[in-house]
């Protein structure tokens, strides 16, 4: 393990860490390690993707804080160019 960070540590000078994948392991042995619920249950949690709604709901109270923010500091949102997007049918 000590190899491995310090390889990852040589390419860069910051750590790049996958924070989502963190959490959702870190989950999932809270789930296994405290011994509240059986495998069939965990396996129900992940199959139905209850985890998945910690990070919508991470994600919707960033974009709402990005809102206020944006409001505090008397600037508009952003709007991408409409010539840059593009649509299909």
Do not use: C
Not at 15 to 33: E, P, Q, T
Not at 69 to 87: A, I, N, S, T
């Amino acid at each position: 393990m000590l190899f491995k960070l310090a390889y990852t540590l040589s390419k860069a000078n910051n750590l790049v860490l996958n924070v989502d994948g963190a959490i959702g392991s870190l989950f999932l042995d809270l789930l296994a390690g405290s011994g509240m619920f059986s495998k069939q249950e965990i396996d129900e949690i992940v199959e139905i993707g209850y985890l998945n709604g910690l990070f919508v709901l991470a994600r919707s109270i960033g974009l709402i804080g990005h809102t206020f923010d944006q409001k505090r500091l008397k600037q508009p949102l952003y709007r991408h160019p409409w010539e840059d997007v593009l649509y299909t049918k």
